[in-house]
């Protein structure tokens, strides 16, 4: 049995030794706590409807990258009359689903497939995409697929030099009752005005050349831009469509608010130019990257 002082002094080591430690934790350096912040997925490849046409169908988006410089490709203002216009966006949709690393991290590419869905379904009888057996061989079907559900030749229907009535070839067509009176043209008209692109390149047939968007004058980046992808595309590069008047056009509207573009021509109403194409698309996200 422990004596009094024993236990005394047992007691005060116990003491001593708590109050010693209490005090080592209390006044020891304090070692910070790293806090990872939340890691943060960047979406490379975003697709979403933009926008309905007159009957209500999708006018879709597909973007890939997340850079500061945007680039607008369009296929299909002309519908179903162009639809190779339209395959051509769509195989390059599936191009860069596959090969988003293309993309440079400096720049943000977006292809609208088909401005004028209806027309494509006038002559294909598909929403979205479709197979060249969809395509219909009637040459007055073929035509009327180049107008909206209303008629108009969406691509007479924009901001410069509008007027009522429009020449397509030799003929008098739509260009709706005022500028952007067409539910297509106004959404282009929004996303244009949303994401204020650096530059926008319009798939179309069959010319076989590249021609300069002017209202008034060509912008000096224009004709930089399309040498560029004529250079690596091959296609011939002209500062001017001259084969009729054309008022109304949407590449023209783009360079009276400061927005550089040109339209790409096809050689046919059948050919898609795919690896063309492809290297001409190639060619403006180089170009881009590096301004």
């Known amino acids: 049995m422990y004596s009094p002082r024993t236990k005394y002094f047992v007691i005060g080591a116990v003491v001593i030794i708590a109050v010693g430690a209490a005090l080592y934790f209390w006044m020891r350096p304090k070692t910070p706590i790293l806090i990872q912040p939340p890691i943060v997925e960047v979406e490379l490849v975003r697709h979403e409807v933009i926008g309905k046409s007159v009957q209500g169908r999708d006018i879709e988006a597909y973007t890939y990258g ?21 395959m051509l966006a769509y195989q390059l949709v599936d191009y860069f689903d596959q090969n988003i690393s293309t993309v440079p991290s400096n720049v943000t590419m977006t292809i609208i497939p088909v401005l004028n869905p209806d027309g494509v379904f006038r002559v294909t009888g598909k929403d979205g995409r479709f197979t060249l057996s969809d395509v219909s061989k009637d040459k007055t079907i073929l035509a009327s697929g180049r107008f909206n559900a209303n008629d108009v030749d969406l691509n007479r229907n ?10 397509w ?3 008098t067509v739509s260009a709706g009752t005022k ?22 390149i319009f798939w179309h047939s069959q010319a076989n050349s590249l021609y300069a968007s002017s209202c008034g004058s060509i912008l000096p980046e224009t004709k930089s831009i399309m040498n560029t992808y004529a250079k690596a595309s091959g296609y011939p590069a002209a500062d001017t469509f001259d084969s009729y008047a054309v008022t109304g056009d949407a590449g023209d509207w783009l360079a009276k608010i400061g927005i550089p573009a040109f339209e790409v021509e096809l050689k046919t109403h059948e050919s898609i130019e795919f690896s063309q194409n492809l290297a001409g698309v190639k060619s403006m996200l180089g170009y881009f990257d590096n301004r």
């Open 169 to 171: 070839q030799s003929k």
């Open 158 to 167: 924009f901001d410069c030099n509008w007027q009522a009535k429009s020449t």
């Open 179 to 200: 500028v952007f009176s067409e539910p297509e043209s106004q959404v282009f008209k929004k996303f244009v005005e949303k994401i204020n692109p650096d530059a926008v």
């Open 66 to 86: 997340t850079g500061p410089k945007n680039i607008v490709f369009v296929g299909g203002i002309h519908g179903g009359y162009e639809w190779n216009s339209v």
